[in-house]
């Protein structure tokens, strides 16, 4: 009788063996393999089985590379500045050093129990001024180049969390940190000028092996759209107001102007007697978030009292303010043609403005609109010189002719703003500049990163809208770098993206004091050629990551401008219901537990096979005991046949070459749920023939071979019992040859008339006179009246026709 399968003791006894002897090392002579997690902030609340799933799939990939002969760089880190990490040490009470502390060694352990062949030796933090010197140095870098800029402008405020907000960090109105209403707030803000890289964020989508969701959510969220700017003069005064339109060849059905509340002439344009209501307005629109404003679905707004002039027609166009028009999004104003825009009918129908349809279908004129009339073909209409021609032909046309004509330009627009950069929070890392009287803003010099975050006991947002550290004087007080003044520090703090757009790279060469990554590493082990981590990033930190690395390229850092080859994005376990799992919901799963009672084995495959890996599954722990029978059932299938000396069999030799195709096409299609089934279809099968006489050494030393990635403590052992005095991990990934898949035998139709009567089992070179004497046995009776012409086409059909 087989040993019985013990899980605690296996997979204690192989960590140690793999921690003496690790079966991922770097010899110089192998092709590398870069494939990475995105890294975990460390939360209070731990690792949940939804973040095991991320990292098993991560690995099972990793280890499937190393079993094709690369040298597998497979690192992890802890994200570890932030809101998440200070907003919990403020709930816990406790510093913000220490409690991150405390939950990345609790987290630590816990990945650890994964298994994964992570090289700790590489691990980041980006809280650790070793790692933060040169999150620090790349923004002087971007400093010098003028892509970092101060700018005084509305921001997405949270009074809860009391910082500022970038637009992606705004959801549905809501922080996504803490959940309250976003306001606005005026607050002098440090700025990215990630604008600078919109034309090559989206040109250079096309290079990249992504999911084409991502791909979509980047190239909405950049936005860019082509048109044109059109200057309006307002009535009765020298000022002009220019549009941003992407239908300049609408302009004559333009009926009325809407203005952003925020805009620099709303006010100058009301009159006595709407001025009160026009800045009540203006208020009333500051305490709501961009994105409330662009999702409410009832449109408000308020009549300036003042009107500008159609430049086509001379027609007077009274100018409205309305929040959902943004101050950052084009020129702040927008020409409104209510027949051809739904938002614009909706508005207009409101507050009962005119609707001139100027495009037609064929021609012919809508009586009474009911809705806006948004089909690109048409003919134009009620358009001066321009009726009678095609729409789609004069939207291209149309800017080059109000150019010519002298009250506009054509243009490109975009919706991606300036990356907001500045947190008003202490846990952060320093912006490195120091503000001088004389000399403006002035970078800190290289040689004197760090900047050191400085230990304080208090650390409370202040609400004021500045930093805690503005009241630590002693920090704040310093000399100006270039000419020696006094001078301050600056106290806002950088958001919690600093660190994690560009730790990837760092992880190659953590321990180098000199610069980011030395050029000889970064050209060897660089870029990630597969990155695995959850789609809610997709324009947060993606983006980011992307925007810092082009910077990166164009320094002379790295020789790539793309830093992900491949991107996978694993869906969320959720609790029932599909619920997220949260602490507060109290569906929290833990893997400690169901590690100790079922194995990391076990968890493994389970995470795998809840689901396709790509969409979000609801856990069910129950599942997890027929995975635990599976394995069990397979360390007996492999313990009770390992000393019998079975010879090989076609049926076998046929089954071995089938389990490595379908397991292996699986793998490569990220089909993982399905590996896991095939694994158990497979056992069932090899269980049958075991009972029967036995299954042959090479059969079972295929099958450990192929379970290694996914369950690799097992596979170990059951690789030792097999007689092997090296890794499972050294001994390669199996071949298939298509042609020992191949059946002997094929089912085929029997037909008469082309109609399928029945089936017949026939040898798969079967003679044509032998397949039709089998085919007309197998009809029997079924077969009468007289056969005027007997067919036959190899593997597929006998059909016998009659009269």
């Known amino acids: 009788m087989a040993t019985p399968y013990n899980h605690r003791a296996i997979e204690q006894k192989w960590r140690k063996i793999w921690e003496e002897h690790p079966i991922n090392v770097n010899d110089g002579s192998k092709e590398k393999y870069y494939c990475l997690d995105m890294f975990p902030y460390p939360s209070g609340n731990g690792l949940h089985v939804g973040h095991w799933r991320g990292y098993v799939i991560s690995d099972v990939w990793s280890r499937y590379k190393l079993m094709h002969g690369y040298y597998v760089i497979h690192p992890m880190g802890w994200d570890a500045f932030g809101l998440p990490a200070e907003n919990y040490a403020i709930k816990m009470g406790t510093h913000p050093a220490k409690s991150t502390a405390d939950n990345i060694a609790n987290i630590k352990r816990q990945i650890q129990e994964i298994a994964a062949i992570y090289d700790w030796d590489m691990e980041v933090n980006t809280t650790d001024p070793n790692f933060y010197k040169w999150t620090q140095w790349i923004f002087v870098q971007m400093f010098k180049k003028g892509l970092a800029y101060e700018k005084e402008m509305p921001i997405n405020w949270c009074p809860s969390c009391k910082t500022g907000l970038a637009n992606e960090e705004v959801v549905n109105g809501k922080c996504e940190r803490c959940g309250a209403d976003v306001t606005k707030k005026n607050l002098k803000q440090w700025m990215l000028k990630i604008t600078k890289y919109a034309d090559r964020l989206l040109a250079d989508l096309d290079k990249l092996d992504w999911p084409e969701k991502v791909k979509k959510m980047q190239t909405d969220w950049i936005g860019k759209s082509h048109g044109a700017e059109v200057q309006f003069k307002v009535e009765g005064k020298e000022d002009t107001i220019t549009v941003y339109t992407t239908r300049p060849d609408t302009l004559y059905g333009a009926t009325f102007m809407v203005l952003a509340p925020e805009h620099a002439m709303a006010k100058d344009l009301a009159t006595d007697e709407t001025r009160e209501a026009v800045e009540d307005y203006i208020y009333k629109a500051s305490l709501k978030s961009s994105v409330d404003r662009l999702q409410d679905k009832e449109k408000t707004g308020v009549f300036t009292g003042s009107y500008a002039i159609n430049p086509l027609n001379g027609a007077k166009v009274p100018i409205w303010l309305s929040d959902y028009v943004l101050a950052d999004y084009g020129t702040g104003a927008i020409m409104c043609v209510p027949a051809h825009d739904d938002r614009d009918f909706e508005f207009a129908k409101k507050f009962d403005l005119p609707i001139i349809q100027v495009i037609a279908k064929d021609g012919k004129e809508i009586e009474n609109m009911t809705e806006a009339y948004t089909e690109a073909a048409g003919t134009m209409i009620n358009s001066g010189d321009w009726n009678g021609m095609e729409s789609s032909e004069l939207k291209v046309k149309a800017p080059e002719m109000i150019e010519k004509m002298g009250f506009g330009k054509k243009t490109t627009n975009y919706k991606l703003r300036d990356w907001v950069f500045s947190r008003q929070r202490y846990w952060g890392e320093p912006i490195p500049i120091v503000h001088c009287p004389d000399c403006g803003a002035v970078a800190v010099p290289e040689e004197e990163l760090p900047l050191l975050l400085p230990d304080v006991e208090s650390y409370q947002p202040t609400g004021t809208g500045e930093s805690p550290l503005a009241d630590i004087t002693e920090w704040v007080n310093t000399t100006c770098p270039k000419c020696g003044k006094p001078a301050k520090r600056e106290t806002n703090t950088m958001p919690q993206w600093a660190g994690s757009s560009w730790y990837f790279l760092r992880y190659v060469d953590n321990k180098n004091d000199k610069e980011l990554v030395s050029r000889e590493k970064a050209d060897k082990y660089l870029p990630v050629d597969m990155y695995i981590g959850g789609v809610e990033h997709a324009v947060l930190h993606l983006l980011y990551s992307r925007f810092y690395t082009k910077f990166l390229y164009d320094i002379g850092v790295v020789d790539f401008d793309e830093p992900f080859t491949k991107l996978f994005n694993q869906g969320m376990i959720t609790g029932k219901n599909g619920i997220k799992m949260s602490k507060s919901k109290g569906n929290v799963v833990s893997p400690d537990d169901l590690v100790k009672d079922y194995g990391c084995d076990s968890l493994r495959l389970y995470e795998l096979f809840v689901g396709p890996p790509e969409l979000d599954s609801e856990w069910d722990d129950r599942g997890i005991d027929g995975v635990y029978r599976f394995i069990t059932r397979f360390w007996n299938l492999v313990m009770d046949n390992k000393d019998k000396n079975v010879a090989e069999t076609k049926e076998l030799v046929k089954i071995r070459h089938k389990l490595v195709y379908d397991i292996t096409t699986r793998l490569e299609s990220f089909s993982l749920n399905t590996v896991i089934s095939g694994f158990m279809e497979y056992n069932n099968k090899l269980i049958d023939i075991s009972k029967k006489g036995g299954v042959d ?62 089936t017949v089992t026939l040898p798969k070179d079967c003679a044509k006179d032998d397949a039709i004497a089998q085919g007309k046995a197998a009809l029997g009776d079924k077969l009468a009246g007289n056969i005027v012409r007997e067919i036959y086409v190899p593997g597929r059909i006998v059909n016998i026709v009659v009269k």
């Open 697 to 758: 050494k090479a059969t079972l030393e295929t099958y450990v071979q192929l379970l290694a990635p996914f369950a690799p403590h097992i596979s170990e052992e059951l690789w030792s019992e097999l007689g092997h005095t090296d890794s499972v991990f050294a001994s390669g990934w199996p071949s298939y040859d298509e042609k020992e898949m191949e059946d002997d035998e094929i089912e085929i139709a029997v037909q008469i008339n082309g109609k399928t009567k029945t």
